[in-house]
């Protein structure tokens, strides 16, 4: 534990630091070295785990691709006239993204390249906004597909899809009590300005354009729960879409 501590204090990484002691532990009762290898190679060598990388490559397709303007554009439309509007638009997206990605990094990076300047421009303050954006983008640890919960599954032995169905409601409880918040925020302090209240013409054109990704959000989530594909398939499904 003194070597542990020593490693880890000195600013070597976690993983090196546990790797490197370990290794030393089985040099020191006379156990082969190449078990090092063997054990790090079989904890990999999972199918379930390819999802993870096509999670990410899907994510990042996403953002390139612009996705995160159409998505808040299309729940500005509808809820940016609201005290906070915009801020619940920025965590609906956020919500909605997380079904999609699975990341939580890419859904605050992706949502908030294009809220951050929004709400800024709008009046709310930088700390108010930076702290939304970042309790949004941890919805996507919960809500499914998981990139966490399907390391903690793989970890654990634990099903994937039962750790993706206790997800949603501690997921949609987050949003809920984010947005919530929000509001009271809005109420208590008047620095910014609410969005115009959008016609009907320009909601029904914002909704089109998001509707590819709520689409492949859907065709996951729905093909996953009805056992078409596993979340392994799933994720690529998603990337080639």
């Known amino acids: 534990v003194l070597c542990l501590l020593v490693l880890l204090f ?48 899907m994510s990042n397709i996403l953002l390139q691709g612009g996705v995160g303007r159409d998505l808040f554009d299309a729940v500005q439309s509808w809820v940016g006239h609201w ?5 619940i638009a920025a965590l609906l997206s956020c919500g909605i993204f997380s079904a999609i990605s699975g990341s939580s990094v890419a859904t605050a990076a992706t949502v908030g390249t294009v809220a951050i300047p929004e709400m800024t421009r709008r009046g709310y303050s930088r700390s108010f906004t930076l702290g939304l954006l970042a309790a949004g983008g941890t919805l996507g640890i919960l809500i499914p597909p998981s990139i966490p919960l399907i390391v903690y599954g793989v970890i654990t ?33 008047s620095a910014h300005t609410p969005s115009p209240r959008v016609s009907w013409a320009e909601r029904r054109t914002a909704t089109i354009r998001a509707l590819p990704s709520l689409f492949l959000g859907a065709t996951m989530i729905i093909g996953i729960y009805s056992g078409a594909f596993t979340p392994t398939e799933a994720s690529a499904v998603g990337a080639v879409l």
């Not at 090196?16 to 090092?36: D, E, W």
């Not at 005290?83 to 801020?87: E, L």
């Not at 809920?176 to 302090?189: C, D, E, H, I, R």
């Open 157 to 189: 032995e634990e099903s994937i899809g039962k750790l993706f169905l206790a997800g949603i409601g501690p997921g949609l409880l987050l949003l809920g009590l984010f947005s919530a918040y929000a509001v009271f925020y809005s109420v208590f302090t």
């Open 10 to 57: 000195s600013g070597l990484p976690v993983a090196f630091s546990l790797a490197g002691l370990g290794t030393l532990m089985l040099m020191f009762k006379g156990l082969p070295v190449i078990m090092v290898a063997q054990n790090l190679h079989g904890a990999l060598d999972n199918f379930i785990l390819l999802s993870v990388p096509l999670f990410l490559l």
């Open 83 to 87: 005290p906070a509007g915009v801020g």
